[in-house]
């Protein structure tokens, strides 16, 4: 059974910083991607962070601000979020796939989906 677990939400004020990880376990395709998504109140879910073994992608809003890395040991990934503007303000989710994806900023490309947890950036 696959589970992914995210922490490290929370409050901070524009221009500071926070961490999001995400545990995952129970995935035995080592090829699949992993993925930061973010919905803010009465949005859709995008896409914002995506890492396979060998590439990233970042939705054009976020680059140069957020980084994602694996720890493809421990299995757990995480949203480095520098920079952090009111509009980056909404439940972050962490998502993986099954394996090798086209679209890696798609939310329909993933299979398995955290519960979120939840950033808030005041101005």
């Known amino acids: 059974q696959v589970q992914l677990v995210e922490s490290g939400g929370g409050s901070v004020q524009a221009g500071g910083s926070l961490r999001l990880s995400c545990a995952a376990s129970g995935l035995t395709d080592s090829s699949f991607f992993m993925a930061w998504f973010r919905q803010a109140s009465g949005e859709e879910r995008e896409g914002v962070a995506v890492r396979s073994d060998g590439d990233t992608w970042y939705a054009e809003p976020v680059k140069g601000r957020f980084t994602i890395s694996k720890d493809r040991d421990k299995n757990i990934a995480y949203l480095q979020m520098n920079s952090l503007k009111p509009e980056d303000t909404a439940m972050y989710y962490c998502?993986?796939?099954?394996?090798?994806?086209?679209?890696?900023?798609?939310?329909?490309?993933?299979?398995?989906w955290g519960q979120g947890t939840q950033v808030t950036v005041s101005s």
């Open positions: 998502a993986a796939s099954r394996g090798w994806v086209s679209r890696p900023l798609m939310r329909y490309e993933y299979n398995y």
